[in-house]
């Protein structure tokens, strides 16, 4: 065999030895990783910034391509000179190697556009909300993050869930240390009060407390008849009843045969439903505009509300009497992140207006001002900041010179002494991804292998 066979003939068993289908796995996880990374911490810097009242500013991998090449190489040493006098074997006169490069590349598009601009503007939807809801998520933690403020019934002022408000409720009558928000007012800081004030936000927080345990039910309109019952003769009237649009009108039939054309029900709200002992209670209603609310049927939250009957094609009775009930306002995507800056600037706020007492955070639980309350049960928290710019991990970020962190993840087994802080920036991120458009972000991603 010639020098030059012998040597592509010992390297083909080195080149079939160097599967590159672990590489490519391995690549593909990082890259993942990279992205998820990334997204992570683009939440987290605007949730700093929105602590600051600075803009706010998204961004997107669109692209991720990894070029992958591996070299090979097989080189002989020929021996010379007199027969005898060499003692290398053909072992020691060949030299193999192999190389794998990497050389990644990606693109980044702005998610600064009008369609998603319009999107985390938008108010979150009340289907939305109730998916949260059913996700066994602590609905307190559900509520302080996606609602902005309640409306009472009868009332046309909204009891706001605002951090930083400048209102202050004044009570009629001094209320207990965790009671439900009654017999008041809300004014204006420095306006005098006849009785016993708090901060608004204070106020807002003891009536998601002291609700119950509330659960989502969906709320059906009561359907209009259309027209008078009807025989129906199935020959001659087959055609038009084919040609009935089922997503505006239905057909049923009442109790004496006859049939009757009635308009599709429809979902009109989300209710809120709460069971203290004394039966379910309507406690409000989910609603993305407080000018789009209908009433709801009072007895909305009872198994089987509103009619049933063995046949579902029996015509349905009312839903019962209606009533205009407490209104829970929805954020917009964009809200929830000043939301939680607006937290984080708050709990700073408090701690350094009580330097004798521990840091001071917002709970799902009602805590003492004088006892801890960073210690469990947390909606949102981080550690620092610490000076210089942050490590190469994926839960820190560097903003204004400090260093941010997110907690370490840790399996909550009991939900009133767990940090809420990555469940949070979970819901943030997936909010944030029902408003990301598929041609705002590329999606052609390559991977390239040079042999």
Not at 148 to 161: I, R, T, W, Y
Not at 309 to 331: C, I, T
Request: net charge negative.
């Amino acid at each position: 065999m010639r020098p030059l066979g012998l040597l592509a003939f010992l390297a083909l068993p080195l080149l079939s030895a160097c599967s590159l289908k672990p590489i490519i796995n391995h690549q593909v996880v990082d890259y993942l990783n990279v992205s998820a990374i990334a997204s992570n911490q683009t939440i987290l810097q605007n949730i700093l910034r929105a602590k600051d009242g600075a803009p706010l500013h998204f961004g997107e991998f669109a692209d991720i391509r990894g070029s992958l090449s591996i070299n090979t190489s097989v080189s002989s040493t020929v021996p010379y000179g007199p027969i005898g006098v060499s003692k290398s074997t053909l072992r020691d006169a060949l030299t193999a190697g192999a190389a794998i490069s990497s050389s990644p590349s990606f693109d980044i598009d702005s998610l600064d556009t009008q369609d998603f601009t319009k999107g985390v503007m938008s108010p979150i939807t009340p289907d939305t909300a109730e998916f949260f809801l059913n996700e066994g998520i602590d609905y307190r933690m559900v509520l302080m993050l996606l609602v902005s403020g309640v409306q009472p019934a009868g009332s046309d002022e909204m009891l706001l869930n605002e951090p930083n408000s400048s209102r202050i409720v004044c009570y009629k009558t001094p209320p207990g240390s965790n009671a439900l928000p009654s017999n008041y007012t809300i004014i204006e800081a420095g306006a005098s009060c006849a009785g016993t004030s708090e901060p608004e936000y204070y106020a807002f927080l003891r009536t998601i407390n002291n609700a119950g345990r509330l659960y989502p039910v969906t709320a059906e309109g009561t359907p209009k008849l259309i027209g008078k019952p009807f025989n129906l003769d199935l020959p001659k009237d087959l055609r038009a009843i084919a040609a009935i649009d089922p997503t505006k009108y239905t057909m049923a039939r009442t109790k004496n045969g006859q049939f009757q054309l009635m308009s599709a029900t429809r979902k009109t709200s989300v209710v809120m439903c709460s069971d203290t002992g004394s039966g379910p209670q309507v406690v409000g209603v989910l609603a993305s505009s407080v000018a789009q609310v209908p009433k709801v049927p009072e007895k909305a939250c009872e198994p089987g509300n509103g009619a049933s009957s063995e046949d579902d094609n029996v015509l349905p009775a009312s839903a019962g009497p209606m009533k205009s009930v407490p209104v829970f306002k929805l954020r917009s995507t964009l809200e929830v992140i000043q939301y939680v800056g607006q937290v984080l600037a708050f709990q700073e706020q408090q701690t350094a207006a009580h330097p004798d007492l521990p840091e001071r955070c917002i709970t799902l639980e009602y805590e003492k001002l004088t006892g801890p309350t960073c210690n469990g049960g947390v909606l949102f928290h981080l550690i620092g900041p610490t000076p210089g710019p942050s490590l190469e991990q994926g839960n820190s970020v560097t903003y204004n010179g400090e260093t941010w962190s997110l907690p370490d993840p840790e399996a909550c087994t009991n939900p009133e002494r767990c940090d809420h802080t990555l469940q949070t920036m979970s819901m943030i991120s997936l909010l944030l991804n029902e408003n990301k458009s598929a041609k705002d972000i590329g999606t052609t991603q390559a991977v390239q292998i040079v042999p």
